[in-house]
């Protein structure tokens, strides 16, 4: 009787070790279970929150993608634009300077052919001399400077009177073909001061290459009256027809 009364004991014993073990167990299980759903919550916001967080920066990244071709297009375009107006400024200086070029060519030219010109006519009117000074014997050269004086003299040098003599002048230059009488000389002199209203200390210079005639330089101001001009006169009314 006693051995039975300590099976049952026993039984009981065991029984209820064993319901506080598995309730113990079953309260560590769900609090583990209650811990893992937690973890579990937890890792699933965390994605979450990873989740939007990439997208976040996927989104900004495709905006500073988006903008930095946009920048960079705009940036493209100023370049293109610049260098179509560095190209237009660079034509126009060329295109400017190359006129310049042609202008100054062309003045060049211009310049050349006149003093080419200048000394034909020079030449022309020296031949000219020349010729006449060769053809003409010079008894006939003498008579025609006497004419030429005298028609001078009774002309009165009117054109003197035109001339504007600045003040403090007081030498004058003769130059005439052949050497002048000393009355011819006087009367000439006594002429042209009287048309100039001015008293005059004048110095006399032969030269042949005048053909005939005179010519009067008082500082800057020169009168001619030269055969030799009357030629050029003539030579400049031929090439002008």
Wanted: aromatic share 4%; glycine share 2%.
């Amino acid at each position: 009787m006693l051995i039975v009364s300590l099976v049952v004991i026993q039984v009981i014993i065991f029984v209820v070790l064993f319901l506080f073990l598995r309730s113990s167990f079953n309260k560590n299980v769900i609090s583990a279970t209650t811990h893992l759903e937690q973890l579990s919550q937890e890792y699933t916001k965390k994605q979450e929150q990873i989740k939007n967080l990439y997208e976040e920066a996927k989104r900004q990244t495709q905006e500073i993608i988006e903008s930095s071709r946009k920048d960079a297009e705009k940036q493209r375009e100023q370049i293109l634009k610049d260098a179509q107006l560095e190209k237009e400024r660079i034509l126009n200086t060329a295109h400017q300077q190359a006129n310049e070029i042609v202008e100054q060519a062309d003045k060049a030219r211009k310049t050349l052919l006149s003093e080419i010109e200048k000394k034909i006519e020079e030449r022309a009117i020296q031949r000219a001399g020349d010729l006449l000074n060769e053809i003409l014997p010079l008894d006939l050269r003498q008579q025609i400077h006497q004419h030429w004086i005298e028609d001078l003299l009774s002309a009165g040098f009117q054109q003197l009177e035109r001339l504007h003599i600045p003040e403090g002048i007081t030498e004058a230059e003769l130059i005439t073909a052949f050497a002048l009488e000393p009355i011819k000389k006087e009367v000439l002199i006594k002429k042209i001061q009287e048309r100039l209203n001015r008293q005059l200390n004048f110095k006399e210079k032969v030269d042949e290459d005048i053909i005939a005639g005179l010519i009067v330089n008082i500082g800057n101001l020169v009168f001619d009256g030269s055969l030799r001009l009357k030629l050029q006169e003539l030579i400049n009314a031929k090439q002008s027809t």
